[in-house]
């Protein structure tokens, strides 16, 4: 399959610990902001979302945190498992109720080792 | 429910031709988006389609054209190929007003 990968910063975790990936947004007036994880020779799979008047949100074994004020967006996963290896890209959304034009960030290709 | 679907998965042209890629959307879904992916790359945003209508569009010249059907399903066309636009072209489907959006599996294009 492809390797979607290519090029792109990588984060290499032990089984078992927890990974963090950050993320750098550029508009100030995005509003919504998603995680999406892409294995190779797939399509982009949400994970998980949050809108800008939050600063946390929390799904199962994932959390995102936003800091508007430095524009940073991260995603914490816990306890990573192999299948969690893939590359992660945020996407921010500027009002989503006009239509999702999403703008993605580069990506980081995320690495579990057993 | 068989979420976004994308055809074909995989593509070869030649420099020149015309290609035509296709998407129907998760059901009960009306928008439908088009990004283009390169190889180490985040997708980027070509143009979104809603009420059979480009509703947005994003910095990509006129070669690349689309359409959507009353049945919300969409096509995208890319005319006069050029090797820069071999990537995975990915379709995305959403609710207007919505914020999720569904991905397909994408097509890979390869222009030889």
């Known amino acids: 399959g492809e390797n979607v990968g290519l090029h792109l910063p990588t984060l290499s975790v032990q089984e078992g610990d927890n990974s963090i990936i950050n993320c750098a947004y550029s508009?100030?007036?995005?509003?919504?902001f998603i995680w999406y994880k892409q294995e190779s020779g797939k399509g982009p799979q949400f994970i998980i979302d949050i809108r800008s008047n939050m600063d946390k949100r929390q799904g199962q074994r994932v959390t995102v945190l936003l800091n508007k004020t430095v524009k940073h967006l991260s995603l914490q996963i816990a306890a990573t498992q192999p299948g969690d290896s893939a590359v992660y890209f945020c996407?921010?959304?500027?009002?989503?109720?006009?239509?999702?034009?999403?703008?993605f960030g580069t990506g980081t290709q995320l690495k579990v080792e057993l | 429910d068989a979420g976004v679907t994308q055809s074909p998965t995989h593509l070869i042209k030649t420099r020149g031709q015309q290609v035509t890629l296709r998407c129907s959307p998760k059901s009960g879904h009306d928008t439908v988006s088009w990004y283009q992916q390169a190889l180490g790359q985040g997708p980027q945003f070509i143009f979104q389609y809603y009420e059979e209508e480009e509703r947005q569009r994003g910095n990509f010249p006129d070669r690349f054209s689309g359409h959507q059907f009353p049945n919300y399903s969409s096509e995208l066309n890319v005319n006069a190929l050029l090797l820069g636009d071999s990537a995975l072209y990915l379709c995305?489907?959403?609710?207007?007003?919505?914020?999720?959006?569904?991905f397909g599996q994408g097509t890979r294009l390869t222009v030889v």
């Open positions: 508009n100030s007036a995005s509003d919504y």
């Open positions: 995305a489907s959403s609710q207007d007003g919505g914020t999720e959006a569904f």
């Open positions: 996407a921010e959304n500027v009002s989503p109720g006009g239509g999702n034009k999403l703008t």
